[in-house]
Every structure is written in structure tokens, then in C-alpha cells.
């Protein structure tokens, strides 16, 4: 099956800018862009949007925008808290309505 790029996609790689140092980071970024430039790669993508990115996004709303503490251990444990209260509000809030 063909790989096949979306007109907007083509005119930002056809646009003449000066090639970026190939790096493994770079080209694994290439890889993502050709895999969401397909129909089912979009279609896959934008559930995302209804998935995970929510719930990033009501932590970091709680108050979690970094971490206060260093190393590893803590960090997660710090995750998991926040984590652990926002699973305790979503269950009160189920729970209410």
C-alpha cells in the first residue's frame, strides 16, 4: 500500500528549507508523520483526544504541573498519588451523580 502525504504535509516539505541533521530522534519523528498522514493513522490518532489526553490534562489542572521532588522513587510516588486522588474524585463524583 502506498504512503500516501496530504497536500498541506507536501507543501511544507516542497517549500525549499534547509534539510535538518539526520538524527535517530529526527527520522523516528519522520516515521510518525508518515503513519498519521494515512487515513486509518489520523482515524487512530484522534482517539487519543477521547483517551489519554484528558486525563493528563485534568492533573495538570488539579495542581500537578511538575514534580516537587527529585529522583526516580519519589517522583513515581508522587505520580501515583495524584493518580490515586484523581481515580478517589472520579469515583465520588460517579458515586454522587
Known sequence: ?????SK????????????????????AVQRMRRKFDTPFGRELYSRRMGTVEPVFANIQNKGMRRF????????????????????????VLKRGA
Not at 498541506?8 to 527520522?27: H, W
Request: hydrophobic residues 40%.
Open 1 to 5: 500500500m502506498p504512503i500516501r502525504i
Open 8 to 27: 498541506v504535509r507536501l507543501s511544507t516539505l516542497s517549500e525549499g528549507a534547509p534539510p535538518k541533521r539526520r538524527s535517530k530522534c529526527n527520522e
Open 68 to 91: 516537587t521532588l527529585r529522583g526516580q522513587k519519589k517522583v513515581s510516588a508522587q505520580f501515583r498519588l495524584h493518580v490515586a486522588v484523581f481515580n478517589a474524585n472520579i469515583a
